[in-house]
Every structure is written in structure tokens, then in C-alpha cells.
């Protein structure tokens, strides 16, 4: 497909470079009157797609007679080329498409509107005054003559896209339908949803793993291939900003899938976090991992079964569904049934105090090949919304207005492997794997690889994890 755009924008280029002198020589230029109306839709850089499939009047319209003013942008090379019929001369200053769009197609103008002046144009397409169009997060309304368009950055952004995939950057950019017409704004709102570590985490001690230091750590490591069935694939947190509930409840499902020797294999609930761990159930507009383990070692957690992830994460009625209280044993039990009737166990889960796992990549994989799955608190950029395959690193939006399009929150995510590529130059990459929560269409099957031992987006900076809490009547 970009194949054609290239072979597209390419012939008018080479059409330009002997057209675009005569240009300028052919009319009494008088800039001031071209700008007299001004013509939103070639405005914006989200618009230079459809510029570039060689829409000029198709997009802008076309004109009877003579008609200075009806004159539009030949973006390629930054002229000027008019759609109205004096272009039609020996020396032609028509745009690309005037001939097949204004002369050969004959709907326009209008039958039933001689001379007409009210509407707007988009591909093609006449709309009335007052019409509202679409373009990805923004709408555009027809006033008059001319579309006016809000000025949102989108959270997709094709032209960062297109930049990743042009570019030896290791990984490759999609554009997802689940992010389509969301704003930057509206992405790092609803999709992220962890605090930034407060002081009292960050100082926590460290804990190293026991495993002898002699021990060799293989090159790949997968925590599901060591544990099949005991570690827990990635889920879709969807518009809810609580991956602090998504990460936490994942990483101690695993941790206790594996220490209790595959005896409670169950995935822990983020939805019980979410409603009961959250002032008045607003779970979905963030939260801390501190307070999440606090949850898991005080009150425990029932399954993911048990209690399912609600349909509409923003309901109002979004209340805890259930308590747990302790029977003086040692041991909590849910006070109410599953939410979800068709399962039959409340049993709740517990988790020890969370402990700090050094930012030593060594340490860190070590940690995970012991005890299991770990969780990373790391930065997110707004590239990494388009993430699709590959070894992620961060690479800067190129636009103009750069600022505008650039983001960074923090995001709470489960590491559960290792490995190494050898890159395109024949230089090794080494990368950690670990579990999103953006569902299973997102990365590589809702996972992502990342680059290791370089602090890449912070994803080093604070690890986290937990024992199950199993009392004696627990253990296998
Ligand atoms: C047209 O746009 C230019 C610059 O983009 C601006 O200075 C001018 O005020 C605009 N004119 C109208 C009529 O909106
Ligand atoms: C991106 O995807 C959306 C929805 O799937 C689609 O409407 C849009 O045209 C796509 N945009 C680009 C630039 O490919
Ligand atoms: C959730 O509700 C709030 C307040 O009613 C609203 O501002 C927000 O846009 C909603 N979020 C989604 C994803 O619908
Ligand atoms: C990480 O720890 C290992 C031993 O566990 C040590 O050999 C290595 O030097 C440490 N790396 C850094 C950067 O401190
Ligand atoms: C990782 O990077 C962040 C900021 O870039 C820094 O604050 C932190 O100390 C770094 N951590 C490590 C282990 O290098």
C-alpha cells in the first residue's frame, strides 16, 4: 500500500519539477488575494495524507471562469496550482486532478446549484453547510465555505507510525482500531493508570534472590515455559486506568500459582481491586501499587473467575461487591458470593508484604527464574501506544509542533522473561518480555519485548513482587 503512495507522490514530483517554475511567472501573483479565504481542510498536518493521494480539487472544489482565489496548495513542493477553468490553458497551472475531477466528472458543480457557493468539499464529496466530519480524534464542521477543524493531537498519529516503520529502530508500529479517534490526552487518561511510586516505595529495601551467585542464567527465559498453566496471560484493562490493578493482581496470581506448587492456579481479580481496593469504586481513574499489595496482604483477593471484569468500567454502580473477614485462624473468607453466580468459589487470596527487587538487570532475572514474574513500574511515551512487534525503545515523535504530541505517565506492567536477538547490524539485543494490559490484539499477542540492561523507558527503575501468603492448611 505505502508502495503506491510512494509511486503516487513520486509521478508529481516529477510532474512539478517542470511545472513549478511557470508557476509563479504565469499569473499577476497577488498573494494577498489567494489567501482571501482561507481553507482549513489544507490545514493540519493530519490532512497531508489525503493531499498526497493527489486530492487538491478534489478537496477544495472547483470554479467557473476565471477565479484567482481558486487556488490550493501543491503540498510536494510548496506551490501553488488553481482548479478554476482559466487553467485550462497552453501553459497549465491546473492542479494534478483538475481534468479528471473538474472537467471529466461532471456532478459538479451541482446541477441544481449553478455558481455555487455554500458547502464544503471532502474526497470528492459535497456537504452541506453545517455538516460534521471525523478526521481521527477531531471533527470538522462546514461553515460557509471552508471546514473548520479542532486542533486535538490523536493518540494514533500515522505519521509516527510511518516514522517507526521507515526507520532500523527494532520494533514496528501499528495503527490500532481501539485507539483510533481517541485524543493523546484521552489515551494516557484511560489507558495507563498508576501513580508514580511515591518516596516510601522508592526506599524500600532491596531484597536479592538466594539462588547461588555461581548460577548460570540461560539466555532465554520464559516464565510460562518453566511454569505451564501457572502464569497468567495479559488481560484488556480497555478504558479503565488501573493497570496498578491489572499488574498487581497478574504478578500475584503467578506468585502463588507457583508457590504453592501449582495447587491454586486461579487468576486474581482486578476488578476486586479496582471496586473494593478504591475510594467509592473509582478504581479506574488510577491508583498505587503500594496500596494494591496493601490490599492483597490485609484483605486478599477472590478470582478473576469469581469476580469478572465488568462490562461498563465506567458505571456508576460499579460498587464492591464483597468484604472478607478473618476467622482468628490466619485465614479470610469472602462475605458474599461470586459476583459472577456460575462460579462457585470465594476463596480469598493473600500475599505477603511487597519486597524490592534491585535494579541490577542480573538481580532482576535471577528474581524471576527463582520466584516468578515480577512487576516493572515504567514510563510510557506516546510511541509506545503504536508498539506492535519487536524489541521496543522509545523514538521521538518527529512533528512540528512536537511538543503538542508528546507525552510521558507512568504505567505498571509484569515482567516474565528474557531473551536475546541478534539485531540487523549483527549486534546482540538483549530484551526483557513482559505482559501489558491492553488485551491480546496489542504487541506481540498483548505482550512486548523491550530493550534490557539499559533503563530503557525506566522499565528497571522499581521492581516489585510478593510472596503468596499460604498458612499451613495451604500448603500441598
Ligand atoms: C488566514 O490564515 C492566516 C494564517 O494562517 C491568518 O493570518 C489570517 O488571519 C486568516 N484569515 C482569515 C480570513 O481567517
Ligand atoms: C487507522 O485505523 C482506523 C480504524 O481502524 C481507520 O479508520 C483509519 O483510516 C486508519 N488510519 C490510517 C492512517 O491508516
Ligand atoms: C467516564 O465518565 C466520566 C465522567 O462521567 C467521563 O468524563 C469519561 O469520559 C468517561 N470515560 C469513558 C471512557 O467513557
Ligand atoms: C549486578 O550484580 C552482579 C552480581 O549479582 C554483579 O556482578 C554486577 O556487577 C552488577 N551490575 C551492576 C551494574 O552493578
Ligand atoms: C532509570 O532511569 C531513571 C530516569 O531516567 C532514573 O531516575 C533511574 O535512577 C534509572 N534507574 C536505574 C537503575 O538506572
Known sequence: MWTGFKILIFSYLATEVWTKRRYLSQREVDLGAYFTRNHTILEGTRFKRA??????????????????????????????????????RENSDCCPDYKSFCREEKEWPPPTQPGYTEGCFRDGQHYEKGSVITENC???TCSGQQWKCSQDACLVQPELIE????????????????FWGMTLEEGFKFRLGTLPPNPKLLSMHEITAS???????????????KWPGW???PLDQKNCAASWAFSTASVAADRIAIQ?????????????????????????SGGSIDRAWWFLRKRGLVSHACYPLFKDQNATNNICAMASWSDGRGKRHATKPCPNNIEKSNRIYQCSPPYRVSSNETEIMREIMQNGPVQAVMQVHEDFFH?????????????????????????????????????????????????????KSWGENGYFRILRGVNESDIEKLIIAAWGQLISSDEP
Open 51 to 88: 493531499i498526497f493521494q493527489g486530492q487538491y480539487c478534489r478537496s477544495f472544489g472547483c470554479c467557473e471562469d476565471r477565479d484567482d482565489g481558486c487556488v490550493t496548495q501543491f503540498y510536494e513542493a510548496n506551490a501553488l496550482c488553481y482548479c478554476d477553468r482559466f487553467c485550462e
Open 211 to 225: 539462588l547461588p551467585a555461581q548460577t548460570d542464567l540461560p539466555e532465554v527465559f520464559i516464565a510460562s515455559y
Open 163 to 178: 516514522h517507526v516503520n521507515k526507520g532500523d529502530h527494532g520494533w514496528t508500529a501499528q495503527n490500532y482500531s481501539q
Open 260 to 284: 504453592s506448587n501449582g495447587r491454586y492456579t486461579a487468576n486474581l481479580s482486578p476488578q476486586n481491586l479496582i471496586s473494593c481496593c478504591a475510594k467509592k469504586g473509582h478504581g479506574c
Open 138 to 140: 477531531n471533527s470538522c
Open 387 to 439: 508498539y506492535k512487534a519487536g524489541i521496543y525503545r522509545h523514538v521521538a515523535s518527529t512533528n512540528e509542533e512536537s511538543e503538542k504530541y508528546r507525552k510521558l505517565r507512568t504505567h505498571a506492567v509484569k515482567l516474565t522473561g528474557w531473551g536475546t536477538l541478534r539485531g540487523a547490524k549483527g549486534k546482540k539485543e538483549k530484551f526483557w518480555i513482559a505482559a501489558n494490559s491492553w488485551g
Open 231 to 233: 502464569t497468567h496471560g
